[in-house]
């Protein structure tokens, strides 16, 4: 994805800044925990094609040793 356009979006939400999630393929807002899928290289900017990092980080199982 090029650089310069990364520079350009923000989340559509809050308008904060986006981090670039390059193995997910994702653009992540930290403020509002979403991220937002880059699909044949165009992010897709609406809340309603977001994943909920809450959501998902509630979904992950345990791993063993760790406290839940």
Do not use: F, N, Q
Request: charged share 25%.
């Amino acid at each position: 994805m090029d650089t310069r356009l990364l520079e350009l979006l923000v989340c559509p939400v809050c308008k904060g800044p986006l981090e670039h999630d390059r193995e997910a393929h994702e653009l992540i807002c930290r403020a509002d925990h979403l991220a937002y899928p880059i699909r044949d290289g165009i992010p897709v900017m609406l809340e309603s094609e977001a994943r909920d990092l809450d959501a998902t980080a509630a979904a992950a199982p345990a791993t063993p040793g760790t406290a839940a």
